[in-house]
C-alpha cells in the first residue's frame, strides 16, 4: 500500500510542510538570538508544525541551543503547569536519566522533586513536588530553567502551545503577572508562546492593561499563498507517479480559501481518488465527501447558536454588505444592531468567526460552504 502523500491533523514535517519560508527563518533567528515570540493564527493553520521545523533547524546552527515543547491543551492549573515546565527543561537540557536526575536534585533548594522514570531508561523523566512547597517558593520552578541555561552554559528556548489555557486558571491574572516578571528577566532563556484560540491570545498579548502585553515579536501567520500550494500538489502527486492538472489543484486552493488543514485533506481525499491524473471532476468528488463526512460535526455546532446569530450568519454569507441597514436586518429577521454586535461578539468568542482588522471571515471555510448550499439552502 503507498503511503498518501498528504498529512494533516499531525506535525507536517520536511517535504510535506509547505511554503513558510518566511515566518520559519523569522523564527529561527528569534531561537537562536533568544528573542521572545508569539505566534497568532486560527486553529489548524499549521503553528506547530512551523514551531517544530524552525526549532531542528535553529538547533542545528547553535550547539548550544536546546529547545524543550510545552502544550498545556489538558492543563488545568498551576500545579500541572509548574511540573511540567520543571519536567520538559530537565528532558531538554539532559541527554542521560542520571544527569537528569541530579540536575533536578542541584537546582532546587527549597522544593523537594519527587523524581519517577519510567521503566524504559529512555523515557521522559516525569517530576512532582510538594503543591504546598511549590506555592511558598513558585520562584525556584520559574527560574529553573535559566539556572541550568547559566550552569550547563546552554541557551533554552521553551515553546508552550496553548498558551491562552492559562488564562482558564484560578487565579490567572496573578499567574500571568508572575510569569512575566521572571520570565523577562531571563538571559539565557527565551520564551515562544502560541495558541490556537486566536481572540484570547489578543486578548493576553495585545491588550494594555494584561501582564503579559509587549512581551515580545507578535507573529500573525497568513494563510498559504495559492501558487505555492499549487506547487506543494503538483510534487506531491508527482512523488508518487502520479498527476495533478492546473486547473484541479487551483480548484482545491479555492474550495478550502488556502486553509492549510483543509488543503491538505482535500488533496489527500483527491489523490486516494486518483489512479493516474486527477482532474476537476475527482476534486468536486472529493470536496463533496468531505462535507458529508463533516456535516454531523457542523450539525452539532449549528445547534448551539441561537436564532440571531445564525440569521446574522445567513446575512453574512449573501455576503450583504450593509448588514445593519434597515433594509438588510428586516430581511434577515435581525432584531438590531445591538443584536448583531452581539452576536458577532459571541461568534468571533467561539472561534467561528475571526476578526481581523475589522475583516469578519469564517475560520473553517468547508463550515461556511455547508451552511450556505445544505442548512441555509433548505
Known amino acids: 500500500m503507498m503511503e498518501t502523500p498528504f498529512i494533516f491533523g499531525k506535525i507536517a514535517t520536511e517535504k510535506n510542510f509547505t511554503d513558510r519560508e518566511k515566518e520559519t527563518a523569522d523564527l529561527v533567528r528569534n531561537f537562536t538570538s533568544l528573542i521572545n515570540t508569539i505566534i497568532i493564527s486560527p486553529r489548524r493553520w499549521g503553528k506547530s508544525s512551523l514551531v517544530n521545523k524552525a526549532a531542528k533547524l535553529a538547533m542545528n546552527q547553535d550547539s548550544r541551543l536546546r529547545i524543550g515543547h510545552i502544550d498545556l491543551f489538558n492543563v488545568r492549573d498551576e500545579e500541572h503547569f509548574y511540573s511540567l515546565l520543571a519536567q520538559k527543561v530537565i528532558s531538554a537540557t539532559s541527554t542521560k536519566w542520571e544527569d537528569a536526575v541530579a540536575s533536578a536534585k542541584s537546582m532546587f533548594s527549597h522544593l523537594v522533586p519527587k523524581i519517577s522514570i519510567g521503566s524504559d531508561p529512555t523515557n521522559e523523566v516525569s517530576i512532582d513536588f510538594d503543591w504546598e512547597t511549590v506555592k511558598q517558593n513558585p520562584d525556584e520552578v520559574l527560574d529553573f530553567a535559566e539556572k541550568i541555561a547559566q550552569k550547563k552554559g546552554l541557551k533554552i528556548v521553551i515553546c508552550v502551545d496553548e498558551f491562552q489555557n492559562i488564562s482558564e486558571f484560578t487565579d490567572a491574572d496573578y499567574l500571568q503577572k508572575k510569569l512575566r516578571s521572571h520570565w523577562q528577566r531571563h538571559q539565557s532563556v527565551a520564551y515562544c508562546l502560541y495558541g490556537s484560540k486566536r481572540h484570547m491570545m489578543m486578548e493576553v498579548f495585545t491588550n494594555s492593561s494584561k501582564p503579559f ?13 495559492t501558487h505555492c500550494l499549487v506547487e506543494f500538489f503538483q510534487r506531491r502527486f508527482a512523488d508518487t507517479n502520479k498527476r495533478i492538472n492546473d486547473d484541479a489543484a487551483n480548484l482545491i486552493v479555492q474550495l478550502v480559501e488556502n486553509h492549510p488543514y483543509y488543503a491538505q485533506q482535500l488533496a489527500q481525499q483527491s489523490w486516494l481518488r486518483t489512479k493516474d491524473v486527477c482532474r476537476v471532476e475527482i476534486v468536486r468528488e472529493a470536496h463533496a465527501a468531505l462535507v458529508e463526512q463533516l456535516s454531523l460535526l457542523f450539525v452539532t455546532i449549528t445547534e448551539t447558536l ?14 450583504e454588505k450593509a448588514i ?13 444592531t445591538t443584536s448583531i454586535a452581539r452576536s458577532k461578539a459571541a461568534l468571533i468568542k467561539n472561534d467561528i468567526l475571526d476578526n481581523k482588522a475589522g475583516e469578519i471571515s469564517f475560520q473553517d471555510p468547508i463550515y461556511a460552504y455547508w451552511l450556505k448550499t445544505e442548512y441555509f439552502a433548505k
Do not use: E
Open 213 to 225: 502585553y509587549k512581551f515580545g515579536n507578535l507573529m500573525f501567520l497568513d494563510k498559504i499563498d
Open 306 to 319: 441561537t436564532t440571531q446569530q445564525l440569521n446574522y450568519l445567513k446575512a453574512l454569507i449573501a455576503k
Open 324 to 336: 445593519t441597514s434597515t433594509d438588510v436586518m428586516h430581511r434577515y429577521k435581525i432584531s438590531s
